[in-house]
């Protein structure tokens, strides 16, 4: 039986492996393209068993060459979680990732990651996702996506443009500096743990939208999009009233940016991204599907 890829990682050498030499960013490639770490893992590891059967001295750019194994992989990952998806209870999120610093200094790299933005990437075709995430994230070319997916660098051309449409009307680039997404942020932990409504409805923009992901798993967790200020503070009151125990917010790094962890009596219970304009919260995504939270501890090393 193979061994699996953290036994194998275990073992000296590895290090000079190009395999382990760029996990970082294959881990990142099939995150971006799955939006799950878990099945990241996967693809990783399927991944790793064909470039150790795989004729090395035939191999003239190892990275191109695991990049677009990696890809081949999480393409065909993509279609059946799509399928899987749709039997989903309630609202999708991606799977959050605990990053370091590093990763929010790639303003590129931290905006593709951001919960925001894989929530978007969601609603693309398998085939428009993994060419939009190869082309915009990783800057690959169409003749190398070609390769990857299956298809024509014509058609894949057609893909992207097709892709970056779709991605543009649902995600308009707004800029945000880091200090200002940060201070926003603060401020929402700040009337989270004082239950000051009013200063929660000051950071607020009048048509928030709040997604949450419970997975059909988490009492309390709302099963469709709430809309608007007002309406989202009376939800959120209502629900800190009828908790079992302490709840408290924590700042930290979520996929590159400033977000929250929500602890219950201490315990991990939930993590919440937020998109920022004109110095207010316009959406909040919150992720507290049990499921999705049991690596966010370990964090992940993330590259491009």
Do not use: C
Request: proline share 4%; charged share 25%.
């Amino acid at each position: 039986m193979a061994r699996r890829l953290t036994e194998v990682e275990s073992v000296a050498h590895v290090d000079d492996d190009p395999f382990f030499v760029h996990r970082n960013l294959l881990f990142t490639v099939a995150y971006e393209l799955l939006g799950s770490a878990a099945d990241a893992e996967d693809v990783l590891q399927e991944s790793w068993l064909r470039w150790a059967s795989a004729d090395r001295s035939a191999v003239r750019e190892p990275r191109a060459y695991l990049m677009r194994t990696v890809t081949r992989q999480a393409f065909n990952h993509l279609r059946a979680v799509s399928r899987r998806r749709g039997d989903y209870i309630g609202e999708w999120l991606p799977e959050p990732l605990l990053t370091s610093p590093d990763v929010a200094e790639d303003v590129e790299l931290a905006e593709s990651l951001s919960i925001a933005m894989l929530t978007v990437l969601e609603t693309l075709r398998p085939a428009e996702r993994a060419v939009f995430v190869l082309h915009e994230v990783f800057d690959l070319s169409y003749d190398e996506i070609a390769d990857a997916v299956g298809k024509t660098p014509a058609a894949v051309r057609q893909i992207s443009h097709r892709a970056k449409e779709h991605v543009a009307a649902r995600h308009p680039r707004v800029r945000v500096a880091r200090a200002e997404h940060r201070e926003v942020v603060d401020r929402l932990v700040t009337a989270l743990n004082s239950g000051d409504l009013q200063a929660l409805m000051d950071v607020l923009a009048p048509d928030v939208v709040s997604v949450a992901d419970g997975g059909g798993q988490v009492r309390g967790a709302a099963r469709r999009p709430i809309v608007g200020a007002k309406r989202l503070a009376r939800y959120l009151a209502g629900g800190m009233a009828k908790l079992e125990g302490v709840l408290v917010a924590v700042e930290t790094t979520v996929n590159g940016q400033a977000g929250i962890r929500m602890e219950l009596d201490g315990q991990l219970a939930g993590i919440v991204s937020v998109t920022v304009e004109d110095g207010l919260i316009t959406h909040i995504y919150s992720i507290a599907n049990p499921e999705k939270l049991t690596l966010f501890d370990r964090g992940v090393a993330l590259a491009r």
